[in-house]
Every structure is written in structure tokens, then in C-alpha cells.
């Protein structure tokens, strides 16, 4: 949709058209409430910095609507189609990748208690487990702060496709 339809959409309907880009109510929130945006930009640039930061139970949220990496999305909700488009140069029948990516899942969940999380959409299958296994070495509070940058990086991806100038 335009940015000037976004504009004028009450309240709800707002809302409803940004969530599948915004995980946190919070963020939601602040974005929607902070309408009218009179350009593009300050569209995205609302959306980089409201709810910053993010609490720890927000995180803990947000990663609850995203799939492992390696794994493909389920329904039709937009969410899972932008999930699915996001993570499609992961070839599914790339065993190989499927296996590493199964591998460093499970250890990544088994270090952070959380699922794994980058911007997937315009990296390769190796840029993705490169930084999987870069990521391990993190320690928790650092990786703390780099999940909530990949939350954001992916909503701006999102809210782009969704809210067009």
C-alpha cells in the first residue's frame, strides 16, 4: 500500500497492515501512533528506532513468530509468505545446508535457550551459517543486542515491501 493510504487507515486497520513487520506491540504501537509520516523515510526511520531498546521479554516475543532458519514458514499468513521469500535462497534440498543449518540450530538454541536469528533475505546459504557460527563465540548479552538488530533489519525489510512511497 501507498504511504498516503497508511496514512488514513484508522488506528486498527494500521496496525494490522504493519504487524506482519513489527513482532513487538510496543514498536507497533509507537509506529502506528506516530502518524501521519509525511515521507518514506520517516516512515522507516520511526520504525529503526521506536521501542529501542528492546526488553528482553519483547525479544523473546518477536522470535516466537519466526522460524528457524532452514525451515519454511507454515500457512499463508503474511508473515509466513514474507518469512518464506525471505529465507528462499536456502535451497531445501540442499542436504548439506539443510544439515549444517539443522547443526548449528540446535547448538545455537542449546547456548542462547532461543532460535537463531539473522536477515536472511539477499545472503547466501554460506553468508547465513558464516555468521551462525560467528555468532556462537557471542556471549549472551552480547547476542542479546545483535538479535535485536536483526529484528529490526528485518522489519525495515518488511515495512518496505508493505508501505511504499
Known amino acids: 500500500m501507498k504511504l498516503t493510504e ?4 484508522s488506528r486498527e486497520q494500521a496496525a ?3 504487524r506482519p513487520a513489527l ?4 514498536w507497533l504501537e509507537a509506529v502506528v501512533d506516530a502518524r501521519p509520516y509525511w515521507h518514506h523515510a520517516a516512515l522507516l526511520e520511526a520504525a529503526r528506532t521506536a521501542a529501542d531498546p528492546f526488553t528482553p521479554e519483547e525479544i523473546e516475543q518477536a522470535l516466537s513468530h519466526h522460524p528457524r532458519i532452514g525451515e519454511r514458514a507454515e500457512g499463508s ?8 521469500a525471505e529465507q528462499s535462497a536456502v535451497d531445501p534440498a540442499d542436504e548439506n545446508v ?8 540446535a547448538v545455537y538454541e542449546q547456548r542462547f535457550g532461543r ?5 536472511a533475505a539477499g545472503r547466501t546459504p554460506h553468508e547465513i551459517l558464516e555468521n551462525l557460527s560467528a555468532r556462537l563465540t557471542n556471549d ?3 547476542e542479546q543486542a545483535v538479535v535485536a538488530e536483526q529484528l529490526r533489519q528485518i ?3 518488511r515495512l518496505e515491501g508493505l508501505v511504499t512511497p
Open 6 to 9: 497508511f496514512n488514513s487507515l
Open 16 to 18: 494490522g497492515a504493519v
Open 23 to 26: 513482532d513487538v506491540p510496543r
Open 77 to 84: 499468513a503474511r508473515e509466513a509468505e514474507l518469512s518464506r
Open 98 to 105: 539443510q544439515g549444517r543449518l539443522r547443526e548449528g540450530n
Open 115 to 119: 532460535v537463531f536469528l539473522v536477515r
Open 140 to 142: 549472551p548479552e552480547t
Open 155 to 157: 522489519a525495515l525489510l
